[in-house]
């Protein structure tokens, strides 16, 4: 019998996988594989990339302007590409925005040294949110309906009772990553999703941070060899679906029609960014050619171009070994081609790839 109340700590929270629910019921398994054949073109698509960096640093800033707006922090393309590389210029919304893209990496990093644990989560939040975060110790957090007063959802309280639910809930994802037949990755992402935001460990970010939980799960299971798709977007075009699929749970135990819409939030995001990357890769090749063309063959410099929406000087002289006086000569070239459009900083020249920040722009549209 389900002890929810809107009103009151849920400490009892239930553990994964729920007891007495086939979460591999006949319509689950049938969407996960839909969703497992749409990833794995994306998985085969960019490996195909010559610098698969290029996509994932590209996609990377627009599922952090996504995730960003769900929370209701709202930013501009030209805010975060002109200050991709000076976040600690940029105004808030987009300071924040950016700080997501650099949590997302440091989540990652922190992954190649150990296994996902609970410091890797604490370490996210604290990157999202640009302060050192752990978990809540205060009562009282309480989520309400926007606009009102009224309480929707009251997470557990006690930093030892959020803890445990962590730590069990780390133990179910690995458990089942490890297992032969354990429950799909797919699966165990979806739970774990929903588990962490109804554990709501952190006093804030918890959203964010559970998005990117879902990459480092995808990541960690072998489904992805690179953070190459993000699922925000489609959380975010389907926002009222999301948050009461998460209330369908706590409230109704409605873990199938959970788990079906983030199979179909996979689903959809695996096929939106495989036009991303055909597009991407069909731009690369294009000023690829113009270059040649122009002589501005050099090992390196594409690379260096697209790497970041934004590029300067000193990223052409790491990625080629040209020396500043080269590397600006090159630069102002591409700006007679079209390709590249500078942009005034106030310590040093910046250019920006215009054609780059063009198509995100049209392939990220709302």
């Not at 990377?60 to 209701?72: C, D, P, T, W």
């Not at 090749?285 to 122009?294: A, H, L």
Request: with cysteine; aromatic share 6%; hydrophobic share 40%.
């Amino acid at each position: 019998m389900n002890s929810w109340r809107p009103d009151a700590p849920y400490n009892d929270l239930p553990g994964l996988p729920p007891a007495h629910v086939d979460v591999e019921s006949k319509a689950v398994l049938k969407s996960c594989a839909r969703a497992v054949e749409a990833l794995a073109r994306v998985r085969e698509a960019a490996k195909r990339l010559p610098n698969p960096h290029v996509l994932i640093h590209s996609l990377a800033l627009n599922e952090a302007r996504a995730s960003s707006e769900i929370e209701n922090i709202f930013t501009t393309h030209d805010e975060l590409y002109g200050y991709a590389r000076t976040p600690a210029l940029a105004p808030p919304a987009a300071r924040e925005t950016l700080h997501y893209r650099s949590a997302l990496f440091d989540g990652l990093a922190y992954m190649e040294q150990r296994a996902l644990n609970a410091n890797t989560l604490a370490l996210v939040c604290s990157s999202i949110r640009g302060v050192e975060t752990n978990t809540r110790a205060l009562p009282g957090t309480r989520i309400v309906r926007g606009g009102t007063d009224q309480v929707v959802y009251s997470p557990p309280e006690g930093k030892a009772v959020i803890e445990g639910h962590i730590d069990r809930l780390l133990a179910f994802v690995h458990r089942e990553l490890e297992r032969e037949q354990g429950i799909h990755p797919l699966i165990v992402m979806s739970l774990a999703h929903y588990q962490f935001e109804a554990i709501h460990p952190f006093g804030d970010g918890n959203g964010r941070t559970g998005r990117i939980l879902n990459v480092l799960i995808l990541v960690a299971s072998g489904l992805l060899d690179q953070p190459v798709l993000f699922m925000s977007r489609e959380i975010q075009l389907t926002k009222g679906d999301y948050y009461e699929g998460l209330r369908a749970v706590t409230a109704h135990g409605e873990w199938e029609r959970w788990v079906l819409y983030m199979l179909d939030v996979v689903r959809r995001s695996s096929e939106s960014t495989l036009r991303a990357i055909g597009v991407l890769e069909r731009l690369f090749e294009d000023v690829s050619e113009r270059t040649q063309r122009e002589g501005l063959a050099r090992v390196g410099l594409m690379e260096a171009i697209f790497a970041e929406p934004v590029c300067r000087a000193v990223d052409i002289m790491e990625r080629t070994g040209a020396s500043r006086p080269t590397a600006i000569k090159w630069l102002e070239r591409l700006v007679d081609l079209g390709v590249m459009e500078e942009v005034r900083d106030v310590k040093e020249r910046v250019f920006l790839n215009r054609p780059l920040t063009n198509l995100l722009t049209e392939l990220f549209a709302e």
